[in-house]
């Protein structure tokens, strides 16, 4: 297994490690390549403060992290100022590529690129003005001559004057100093050297590796067998890994034997003895023994930090402690993982998208080289999907935002705005969007003008969030007093959502039954966004501070939202609310009450009609309809039902705590204070509003804008309750009255003082 693991090359002057996949084959190009097609690379993740304090002057350049806070790669170099070092060394975010486009972008910082399609310029801004980059003059690249290789005896020749003189070739294999050469061998009998044309092609390429050599071979049958010296270990120092190049035939490694003990106690199956290599696994003591040179069992110990993980995935290795050095022996303490090489590079898991995205549970920084996505490159996962290293998009969001310009006047309408689906916008990372907005976001699109090609997400985000507030602001008209007939025309409240697609700020969501009140009993001086946008967020301002400062009641059975409480004393000399229940202000109409019922959401204008409950408490917020009569129950009858509103302790009592609903008497004591000057004293000093009523059989509003309707809490002997009306008569007198109604009627509350 430890096999499987690590496959280590080694060639004449150099050391390769695999992991993964497909061990068997190595890049000859990479000092290290991983092979997956099912999981990634996770480089060091911290923030910029983790950074700072673990990192000074003295890490060393090249150094690599991914830094959470800015969600990008971080190299460390020295700074360079027009052109001259610093001696500084700064932290760098690897960049996004450069974008491009017909028209220069108007909002941009020093420094910025920018590729003009129009004039076929790379152009960057240096603060005032877009300066083309000149690459070269226009001048013409020629590629170089091709070189032949001729070789004659054991001198390999390169055209125009180079050789190569095989027979003096030497191999320096370690890291370290050279040791003492060993007794020369016997020499073989000589070749004969053969001319070769100038035009012959020659290849080189390895014959066999075993223990101590390593064989060059060259076509037409030559070769050249070079001596290999020095020693693999894993080193305890530091917790280091130290790669050094022996060769090992790697026929000798075994699989990871595992049993209960020692070695020399185990039972385990090395046949048939232990090789150079070989690792075995006391599962009593979860200790990892390893086979040395010297063919001895070595306990590896906390100080050679490697542990194999034991579960769902053994083949797993974790190094735990140090640092892991490639291509060197002394590798930097600030790196986890230290790659030095000029002639490989690193080769990151290469899969195509589908199993990419198939990966389970990535972390975030996980890093692939996606081979089909658009475009090809690497992709690191940002915590919701894997966005490309330089771009920062995913692979589906490019080919989407292309669409969606394409689709837009910028793009000239190409493609039919119909073509485009909710699920494309989401999968680029778009927000709040609504099944039923589809057709409204495709119009939308199709009509925008994008500064940039393709658009950023930010901006097709822009547009999403102008239809959505463009719908809510029509929920909030509908729930005002500005439709025709007096207002509150939708059969449903305005949402909280809906509040907060408008734009406004400091919703509480706890608020929210406050917000429909006042909004039912408001009307919009402007049906434009901006005027009702700057009306709305008064009236959230304001309940939020009448709640933080207590000028706000709440009913004692529930959370329905009543009315500020502002007295003033009548000319009868009683003590009244200014204004009706669930009214913003005075003048308002506020809520329509059915007779008996609490304050538990019925009253609110918006809201939907139901059947008859069975008791006191219906148990929703539903306004009941009936035909019954004469009493016109919105319950079935039941003992105490005339008494709901009784006075400061009527179960259903709706008032602020100390007040209640009047009584005939007390209204007629206002009728006969008024004497013939009805509209000064009712419509001047009482502030009624001519709120109208809500019909018992229908729910529907008659008379609103022509009558007032108030509540008594007094019944007629037959059981319909006592209401007080005022009825303007134009030119003739005034008119007001007691009379009675059905108890499913809804009509306003003025609460006096008891």
Known sequence: MFASLLLLAIGSMNAQIKIGENIENIDSNAILEMESTSQGVLFPRMTSAQRDSAFGQDAPTGLFIF?????????????????????????????TGVSSGSTNPATVAVGDVFYNTANTQLQYWDGSAWIALNLGGGGTVTPAATNTLTLVGTELSISNGNTIDLASLTASLTAGAVGPAGPAGPAGSAGTGSAASSTDSQTLSWGSITATTAQLTISDGNSLSIQASGTLKLSGSGANLILETTPIDSTNLEEVQSGTGTPTEGNYSFSPTPKIGDIYFDNLANVLWGYDFAGNWQQLTTESAVKFIDGTNPLNAVFNTGSVGIGNTDPDPSAALEIT??????????????????????QEALMVYCLDCVPKGIYVFDGVRFAHIMGGISATSSTVLNKIYAISASGGSAVASNTLTLAELQSIGITDTVTSSLSEYQTAIGAATFANDPPTIAEVQAIIDAVNASFAFVEVLEDSQNPPGGGNANTTAVSFAQLQGTGATGLVAANLLFYQVDLANHTFTATDITTMGNELQVIIDAVNTALANGQREQSATTATALTTVVTFTSASGQTWMDRNLGAASTGANGDYYQWGRLADGHQFAANTLATPAAGATPGHADFITTTDTPVGRWSVPFTGENDLWD???????????????????????????????????FLTNFNLSLNGYRTHHDGTFNTQGQDAYLWTSSLETNGRPKYFTYIPDGANPDQVQISSNLRATGMGVRCIKN
């Open 67 to 95: 830094n959470t806070d800015v969600a990008g790669f971080q190299f460390f170099h020295e700074e360079v100022v027009d052109g001259t070092p610093t001696g500084n060394k700064i932290w760098s975010t690897l960049q």
């Open 341 to 362: 090489s000029t002639t490989q590079g690193f080769l990151p898991p290469r899969m195509v998208e589908a199993k990419m995205n198939a990966i389970s549970s990535p």
């Open 647 to 681: 006075g400061l302790n009527g179960q259903n009592n709706p008032c602020p705590p100390g007040y209640q609903l009047p009584t005939a008497a007390q209204m007629n004591a206002e009728i006969a204070q008024a004497g013939t000057n009805l509209s000064t004293h």
